[in-house]
Each structure stands twice: as structure tokens, then as C-alpha cells.
Nanobody, 113 residues
Framework: VQFVESGGGSVQPGGSLRLSCVAS????????MTWVRQAPGKELEWVCS???????YYPAFVKGRFACSRDNAKNTIYLQLSHLTPEDTALYYC????????RGQGTQVTVSS
């Protein structure tokens, strides 16, 4: 199982990014997948989940700003980030559960003015 995250970058507050996670040796189609993040000096934090049916779940702090989705043909999951704030600065990972199991190397998101 390998996940490769990409799409991170530096944006100003209020900006948007779309993160991608390509899976190999693993079918995201039939799987529960999550995005988690880790800010410097902080613990890993769950950001969103998508289940086999395509239903999505988010923690309260997301407040409608983020959206996770899946492209079965590309075996890829996505995380659309919008209305970003400096508090969203972190390394973002896709994983197979909210604890961050099997996560890849991550992609850095930096929000600053």
C-alpha cells in the first residue's frame, strides 16, 4: 500500500488549494479513506473522511470550507481546501483511518500573508 499526496503550496489567507492522493496497491473505490494533517508541534488531526458510498464526514472546525472526494477511475482521492486561514498551515496526509494509518509522505500547505 502506498499513497502519494500532492498539490500543496503557499497561499494567502482566504485562498484555495486542491490536494490529491494517488493510491497504489490499494483500491480507494472500496475503501474508507481520510485526510489528516499535522501542524508543527501539534498532534495529528482528522480533517475529513469518505466512505465506500461516497458519503463524507468532517470535524466541526472545517465549517464547510473543505471537501473530500474520490475519482475511482484514477484511484485518487482529493481534498479541496477553501477559505484558508493561517491555522490551516500543516502537512496534509491521506490515510486509511482517522489515526493516520498508512499515510504517505504528505504535502505541505502554508497559509500566510
Amino acid at each position: 500500500v502506498q499513497f502519494v499526496e500532492s498539490g500543496g503550496g503557499s497561499v494567502q489567507p482566504g485562498g484555495s488549494l486542491r490536494l490529491s492522493c494517488v493510491a497504489s496497491g490499494f483500491a480507494v473505490t472500496n475503501s474508507y479513506m481520510t485526510w489528516v494533517r499535522q501542524a508543527p508541534g501539534k498532534e495529528l488531526e482528522w480533517v475529513c473522511s469518505i466512505n465506500r458510498s461516497g458519503d463524507t464526514y468532517y470535524p466541526a472546525f472545517v465549517k464547510g470550507r473543505f471537501a473530500c472526494s474520490r475519482d475511482n477511475a484514477k484511484n485518487t482521492i482529493y481534498l479541496q481546501l477553501s477559505h484558508l486561514t493561517p491555522e490551516d498551515t500543516a502537512l496534509y496526509y491521506c490515510a486509511t483511518d482517522a489515526a493516520g494509518s498508512n499515510r504517505g509522505q504528505g504535502t505541505q500547505v502554508t497559509v500566510s500573508s
